[in-house]
């Protein structure tokens, strides 16, 4: 499945593969790696509330930006595992991490296969790359939240996102 003109990539309007999702939805399988190299799933974290900040590349301003903001505003929030995806290599993830001294997120990179990519509708056909989005995804295995910049030049919304994950933990 494709949606044409789905999000601009700096005002260039880019196609997305994959289903449009919405809040109460089903959250998709995927099978992407850590910076280990090691095979990650959704059902690894199965019965936790789980927040996935997406990403273009770490290597971008508004990506770092975004990933450094997160990690601040979630580090003293237990009971919620975070991910920051990319389609970065494992090994630019982990240069980034040493470099930011950012810790506290699980990074996973869908490089190999864009399995998260295309089950969640984010790969952008044109770069093979991820639109910027926010998802979070409650105890159940359900979308309770979900983000899509418009443009993926633009910073998504960190407070309504924060908000979204302890709704999630109350719940």
Do not use: W
């Not at 880019?14 to 850590?34: C, M, Q, S, Y």
């Amino acid at each position: 499945m494709e949606r044409a003109s789905a999000v601009t990539f700096k005002g260039t309007p880019v196609t997305l593969v994959g289903p449009e999702l919405h809040v109460g939805d089903k959250a998709p399988v995927f099978t992407i790696i850590n910076r280990e190299m090691k095979p990650v799933s959704l059902s690894d974290s199965a019965g936790t509330v789980r927040l996935f900040s997406v990403v273009t590349s770490l290597d971008t301003g508004i990506c770092n930006t975004q990933t450094k903001t997160f990690s601040d505003k979630l580090a003293a929030l237990e009971g919620v595992k975070k991910y920051t995806v990319s389609m970065d290599l494992p090994f630019a993830q982990g240069r980034f991490c040493g470099e930011t001294h950012t810790e506290n997120f699980e990074f996973l990179s869908d490089h190999r296969d864009a399995s998260f990519g295309t089950a969640y509708g984010l790969l952008v056909k044109e770069l093979r790359l991820l639109a910027r989005t926010i998802i979070v995804i409650d105890r159940t295995d359900k979308i309770s939240y979900i983000q899509r910049m418009p443009e993926n030049a633009a910073e998504p919304d960190y407070d309504k996102a924060l908000s979204a994950v302890q709704a999630a933990l109350k719940g």
